[in-house]
């Protein structure tokens, strides 16, 4: 790592510090830090209520910008993010089925049913994927999951047996971190932590598989391999985090491109300030929606969707322009010709 790269990934961590404070002490109650006030009261509200949500928030959003620097980097595409492989929608469709049973009294019943959902959603995408490990048959795969498990989770909203039932789905699949507790950040840390230590370590694997699919193969990259390791690591880390907070979208689409103006287009140099990038943002989101006026509060998803609906659509003006975030400028403007490959070897994206 070099020292630019450390001093950015230093200036993040310590940007998560000064959002955490702040975190503790914003919402409907005010907390000044500095009054010589402070009763048991707002103790018990930073400690039991704030610092497990405002944690939740940081390790989710590390969670979720690590899986999408690593999905765009193995698809090679800008646009991926971990909900188009449908491990998220596997995860919900399983809690939302727990919910529908009238097993939510329980949140052991709720994370182990987004769990198995889940796994349901490895198994089917590497069975679905195939011998070849192609990174296309892989998102064909996503997106046929993420379409079916999508409609069995209508569905079920559809014959919900009663509006309460209806409105507690409703509810969870619009994202939150309310009520969240230290009981739920200590039943998802242990999958989530290990489902981030597989994805980082596909760094080296997708350094060699920005220079195209064939080349990777030659180099001696196990397609295979890499693929159930990103399939293993996705399930575990963004599975434990549907499963906590239901669906919230957009921050593993985001923050890959916002952090590669500064380190780079290297897969392995992208992953740790993505992730940093993601538990900012998150927390950021959800200290804000904590803020609003009123009884209630937005929901998280809502405000993640509001966030990065304007940011996705900037993209895909860029696109519409040509995208050359990943690509040498020596190759902009260039028109392929007969001897040239569609899949150029020094950019990391398809054309």
């Known amino acids: 790592m070099s020292r630019r790269h450390l001093s950015i990934n230093i200036g993040l961590v310590l940007i998560i510090a000064l959002l955490l404070v702040v975190s503790l002490l914003s919402g409907k109650v005010w907390i000044n830090p500095f009054s010589s006030a402070i009763d048991a009261r707002d103790m018990w509200i ?119 039932a209806t409105s507690e789905i409703v509810n969870w699949l619009m994202g939150a971190l309310t009520d969240r507790g230290f009981d739920d950040l200590l039943i998802a840390l242990p999958f989530m932590t290990f489902g981030m230590l597989l994805l980082a370590s596909t760094g080296k694997a997708l350094n060699i598989l920005s220079l195209g699919e064939e080349t990777a193969r030659t180099m001696g990259v196990n397609m295979q391999q890499l693929l159930w390791i990103i399939i293993l690591g996705l399930g575990l880390a963004v599975g434990a985090s549907v499963a906590v907070t239901g669906v919230v979208g957009f921050v593993g689409l985001i923050v890959p491109h916002l952090v590669r103006p500064f380190v780079g287009q290297k897969p392995s140099d992208i992953m740790l300030p993505s992730a940093l990038a993601g538990a900012i943002l998150l927390l950021l989101a959800d200290t804000l929606v904590r803020l609003t006026p009123g009884a209630g509060e937005v929901r998280l998803g809502i405000a993640m969707a509001m966030i990065g609906t304007p940011f996705f659509f900037g993209i895909l003006v860029k696109l519409r322009g040509g995208y050359h975030g990943a690509e040498p400028k020596e190759h902009r403007g260039r028109t392929l010709g007969k001897a040239d490959s569609p899949r150029c070897k020094l950019c990391i994206f398809q054309r």
Do not use: H, K
Request: glycine content about 12%.
């Open 46 to 164: 930073i400690s039991e209520l704030r610092l497990p949500r405002s944690l939740l928030a940081i390790v989710i959003g590390l969670v979720l910008g690590l899986s999408g620097a690593v999905l765009q980097g193995f698809l090679r595409n800008p646009l991926a993010d971990p909900a188009i492989v449908g491990i998220s929608s596997s995860a919900a469709f399983g809690a939302v089925l727990a919910i529908f049973l009238g097993l939510s009294q329980s949140g052991w019943v709720v994370f182990g049913a987004a769990m198995i959902g889940a796994a349901s959603a490895m198994t089917l995408l590497g069975l679905l994927s195939g011998r070849s490990a192609s990174p296309v048959a892989f998102i064909l795969a996503g997106m046929i999951l993420s379409s079916l498990t999508g409609s069995l989770t209508a569905f079920l909203i559809s014959i919900s047996p009663n509006p309460f």
